[in-house]
């Protein structure tokens, strides 16, 4: 993410990313919206939870995210969990359509985020975890936490 840090305004956060799939790779694409999902987003009006990507006839879509409608913009109002075309390169695109013809990958959405005034989201490559590997995550992650409390004390 750069040097540049005080540019980014995080809007949403996929939490369950981390804990349901192995990210294998992250990039990051622009989302084509329209201005009452803009208004919303600037709001921080929005869930990332659920949604997914796919690649059709070489273009990339974003499916399923959920962007709360403005009160104000009664009747210009967008659907709130419509399909929104993500912005790659067609090399990115390319790339990523050999990833996914590959046995269990899929593209999730891990961050929304403002980068310099523009709605950006990351995208991860993921591989799904079996049961045992979650449970290895919560292993982890509560030796982690027991570490920190005793180094606390």
């Not at 269990?104 to 591989?127: D, H, N, Q, S, W």
Request: proline share 2%; charged share 30%; hydrophobic share 35%.
């Amino acid at each position: 993410m750069g040097s540049d840090n005080t540019n980014f305004k995080i809007i949403a956060q996929n939490k369950k990313a981390g804990f349901q799939y192995h990210i294998d790779e992250t990039i990051e694409a622009g989302l084509v919206l329209i201005g009452s999902e803009i208004k919303s987003l600037r709001e921080s009006k929005a869930s990332l939870s659920d949604s997914y990507a796919m690649i059709k006839s070489g273009e990339a879509f974003l499916m399923n995210m959920h962007i709360s409608p403005l009160a104000q913009a009664s009747v210009m109002n967008h659907e709130p969990k419509r399909t929104r075309k993500l912005l790659l390169h067609k090399q990115q695109i390319r790339k990523l359509t050999g990833k996914l013809k590959e046995k269990g990958y899929t593209l999730i959405p891990i961050k929304l985020y403002f980068k310099k005034g523009r709605a950006k989201v990351e995208l991860g490559l993921c591989k799904g975890k079996k049961l045992f590997d979650k449970r290895e995550t919560i292993k982890k992650r509560e030796t982690k936490r027991a570490m920190n409390r005793a180094l606390q004390k």
